[in-house]
């Protein structure tokens, strides 16, 4: 009886010239911060636009048309019945809102640049937080909302400013919009790629033979 060429208790060896196949060396992805870390930045990014939402209620304050009032000593009028300024006010405020927005989504990027879901909940976030802080700084700094009180102290046929007030609350998603929009375009364009696997040249591996 012949023994046989491979012992049961050994791996039975691969035949001459028969190389196998290479396996893929992915490349080591960027460094993506932990959950704490985004909760951290989406909270950063809150805090930061609720300061930058008083610069905007200031400038909103000082640009935003006003709409002056007369009083004939028994009841208060529009001075110009056209209305415009009322239109205006809410114009300058999405204006105002777009440009933050847009600024806020340049920055975050700029500060990290591989995008992720907290920092798009900081951006939508901070956007209302900061609209509704320039909101409410313009309304307090403004004129005051007693419209009679004021009317009385300016006296009879004397014109004077109405409360600073925004007619369409929609105005207040200008901000987020803008900076969730910008945000994911310059991620999407400019962000870090995700790594592929390099594979091994397949054009010098031989084909495998099979046994019998």
Do not use: C, Y
Request: aromatic letters at 8%; glycine letters at 14%.
């Amino acid at each position: 009886m012949t023994a046989p060429l491979t012992p049961p208790h050994q791996p039975h060896s691969q035949p001459h010239g028969d190389t196998p196949w290479p396996e893929p060396f992915p490349k080591p992805a960027p460094d993506v911060p932990g959950a704490r870390h985004e909760v951290r930045d989406a909270l950063g990014v809150v805090a930061l636009s609720a300061l930058a939402g008083v610069v905007f209620g200031l400038l909103w304050l000082w640009l935003a048309p006003r709409i002056p009032l007369i009083s004939d000593g028994k009841a208060v009028f529009l001075k110009n019945s056209e209305g415009e300024a009322a239109i205006g006010a809410d114009g300058t405020f999405a204006l105002l809102g777009l440009g933050f927005g847009a600024l806020a989504g340049l920055l975050v990027f700029l500060w990290r640049r591989h995008g992720g879901v907290g920092l798009v909940l900081g951006l939508a976030a901070g956007g209302l937080a900061g609209s509704a802080v320039a909101w409410g700084v313009g309304s307090f700094l403004g004129p005051t909302d007693d419209v009679v009180a004021h009317a009385r102290a300016v006296g009879k046929g004397v014109a004077f400013d109405a409360p600073l007030e925004l007619n369409t609350v929609g105005a207040l998603l200008a901000w987020p919009i803008a900076a969730m929009i910008l945000h994911l375009a310059l991620t999407t364009l400019f962000g870090p790629r995700d790594a592929e696997p390099e594979w091994g040249p397949w054009e010098q591996v031989p084909p495998r033979r099979t046994e019998p």
